[in-house]
């Protein structure tokens, strides 16, 4: 499997959703818990840059939410260089009497600090050094992941992306067992919050056997990641087999009794398992084609996850508008004509609401039929394969055409410049 992941402690990504949580006006109701885990996490770390990225009065991203206390800053900042200069006395202890493995541990316990106090420029700055001394395939990988996860932290999606891509050049060139399935694990979530679901449907799906990247998130997160993304994404077949019938997902989902949409629900009460029954019904109702249910469990969703995962939330309009769009196009498909009563008795909303949301659909064609308001149906105009083929090569044969031409009239040209 290969050795243990180096510098898989810092920073802490779970400080990172409690960030998330203390920016969400719709979140206050959890914004004591967050602030007392931040405030906590800071003085137990005498994290100062950490409290001014958040307190500063001029540029902290929390003003309003955790105080500055300019004493307080001084004393964290008073900490961190007393133990920065511990490690800078070791290093250079190193580099005078020791040999390059004793240079690599300082370098790496310093590049943790930075991690550790969150200071993102000054950590990513010593990760790169330290990579560049660093000999072996294993902990290079480590490394970079190191700096992936502090890219996370900050929100830096551009400087995830081609750490990714570093550390798959890195896998590739004699990457370990475990190292690979870890930065599988990273991969996904980096597409997820990218918005790429279908390119990070397959990379969650395939972690959840081999997970051990508990530094980026609980196995549950993973596998509502893993979840969300194949049922936002995967054809029919593919989404019974990977997410209704998974092993891996079952075992987290189990049956917890889902609340029925009819019934006379208690929410306080239906929260008790952290949302995941509503979570196991929206995948079981829309393989089952119940859509009363499916749009039932689709808001639950979006309430306990989607507004509440800082991974997920950018995302939630985008998500609950294409999964909607994808349960109606499942419907449409069986059938050729179909009254919007009856469409809508199904999802259980009003004729009304039905027909303004087909229409967010229609014009775009993201959705193939039309509405016969007079009638009061939807009639599906499904294109025809053969006919799309057909214009394929037309369309193909013209363009190939015309680069002949210019072929053609290029080497006459210089033919007769020859002449």
């Not at 995941?276 to 084609?289: A, D, R, V, W």
Request: proline share 3%; charged share 30%.
């Amino acid at each position: 499997m290969g050795s243990d992941p180096q510098y898989a402690t810092y920073p802490n990504l779970l400080l990172s959703q409690h960030i998330f949580t203390l920016r969400q006006p719709g979140l206050s109701a959890s914004y004591p818990a967050a602030k007392k885990v931040l405030t906590t996490s800071i003085k137990e770390h005498s994290q100062a840059p950490l409290y001014r990225y958040l307190a500063n009065p001029v540029d902290g991203i929390l003003i309003n939410e955790i105080p500055w206390d300019e004493t307080y800053y001084n004393e964290l900042k008073k900490k961190n260089d007393e133990e920065l200069s511990g490690y800078d006395q070791e290093l250079t202890e190193a580099e005078e009497k020791a040999g390059e493995s004793e240079i690599v541990a300082a370098m790496g316990k310093k590049a943790e600090f930075w991690a550790r106090v969150g200071d993102k420029e000054k950590s990513l700055t010593a990760y790169e050094e330290l990579l560049i001394k660093t000999a072996s395939t294993g902990a290079k990988i480590d490394i970079v992941l190191a700096m992936i996860r502090m890219q996370m932290f900050f929100g830096d999606k551009y400087g995830v992306a081609e750490n990714i891509e570093r550390a798959q050049r890195l896998v590739e060139s004699g990457g370990d067992w475990d190292r690979r399935n870890r930065l599988k694990s990273y991969n996904g979530l980096h597409l997820l919050s990218t918005r790429h679901f279908a390119e990070a449907a397959p990379l969650l799906l395939e972690s959840l056997s081999t997970f051990t990247s508990y530094e980026v998130c609980a196995y549950t997160s993973l596998v509502l990641y893993a979840v969300l993304a194949g049922t936002m994404s995967l054809d029919r077949v593919d989404f019974k087999k990977k997410v209704v019938d998974s092993a891996e997902v079952l075992a987290v989902l189990g049956s917890k009794g889902a609340p029925n949409p009819d019934d006379d629900v208690d929410m306080v009460d239906a929260t008790n398992t952290d949302g995941y029954e509503f979570l196991e019904m929206l995948i079981n109702s829309f393989y089952t084609c119940d859509y009363k249910s499916f749009f039932y469990s689709l808001a639950e969703v979006e309430d306990k996850f989607l507004k509440r995962d800082r991974i997920l939330a950018e995302h939630k309009p985008w998500f609950v508008r294409e999964m909607r769009r994808r349960a109606y196009g499942q419907l449409l498909e069986s059938y050729r004509v179909v009254s919007l009563q009856n469409m809508a008795e199904q999802f259980g909303v009003s004729v009304e609401w039905l027909d303004r949301d087909l229409s967010k659909f229609i014009p775009s064609k993201k959705l193939n039929c039309t509405i016969d308001r007079v009638n009061g149906t939807i009639e599906t105009n499904r294109p025809d394969d053969k006919n799309r083929q057909y214009n394929d090569v037309v369309k193909q044969g013209d363009q190939l055409l015309t680069k002949l031409q210019k072929f053609g009239q290029a080497v006459r040209l210089r033919g007769s410049e020859r002449a």
